[in-house]
């Protein structure tokens, strides 16, 4: 089934939701959040987006935020350099292209998985007033130079992230750590 393209009958379909955090045990899925990218949302440059937005989720997936450790987007993934491996692609403001664009559709689903789970969001910004095309205005999370997205995991256990860009879909995914992810330096 690939988005809206075919229909599954419910008797078929099997669904378990995101066990609550307070009785999750370890390796538990907690929460998820799924943004859509294709070539409508990079134009020309749609193929270095879309490598821009996997290079990123590469340094994110499996990271571990330990209880009560603050993660920053900026710390992991930047700076986005030609000499670090982004490529040129679109950015929302400025000239509008940029080495690692695309990321921010990384950082913007991230920071709505994270709203789900009792984190502290301590930095954050939008794009510009009008937001971007792949989430509700306001929901955008912008990084880059000037700005980042920073949480504090308020959970009494650490959480393991997992990122699957797959197809035009992006998938942010929070874990209860059981052992298995690498830590975040801080």
């Known amino acids: 089934m690939h988005r809206d393209m075919a229909a599954l009958p419910v008797q078929e379909a099997g669904f378990t939701p995101f066990v609550p955090w307070q009785e999750a045990q370890e390796g538990d899925l907690l929460y998820a959040f799924t943004t859509y990218y294709n070539e409508e949302t990079g134009g020309r440059l749609a193929a270095n987006r879309a490598f821009n937005i996997e290079k990123a989720a590469g340094l994110l997936e499996n990271l571990v935020v330990p209880r009560d450790g603050a993660f920053s987007f900026n ?3 930047a700076p986005y350099l030609k000499s ?5 692609a679109p950015i929302i ?3 509008g292209k940029g080495y690692g664009g695309g990321v921010c559709q990384l950082s ?5 998985a994270a709203l789900g789970l009792p984190l502290r969001i301590d930095k954050w910004e939008v794009h510009r007033k009008r937001g971007v095309e792949y989430v509700p205005q306001y929901f955008d ?4 130079d000037y700005s980042d997205l920073a949480f504090t995991n308020l959970l009494p256990y650490p959480l393991r992230l997992s990122v699957l860009p797959q197809e035009g879909a992006l998938t942010v995914l929070f874990y209860r750590e059981g052992g298995q992810g690498r830590a975040q330096a801080k």
Not at 108 to 112: A, E, F, H, I, R
Not at 141 to 144: D, L, Q
């Open 75 to 77: 710390q992991v993934c």
């Open 84 to 88: 670090k491996g982004y490529q040129l």
């Open 93 to 95: 403001g400025g000239n």
């Open 108 to 112: 913007t689903t991230l920071y709505n």
């Open 141 to 144: 999370a912008a990084v880059g």
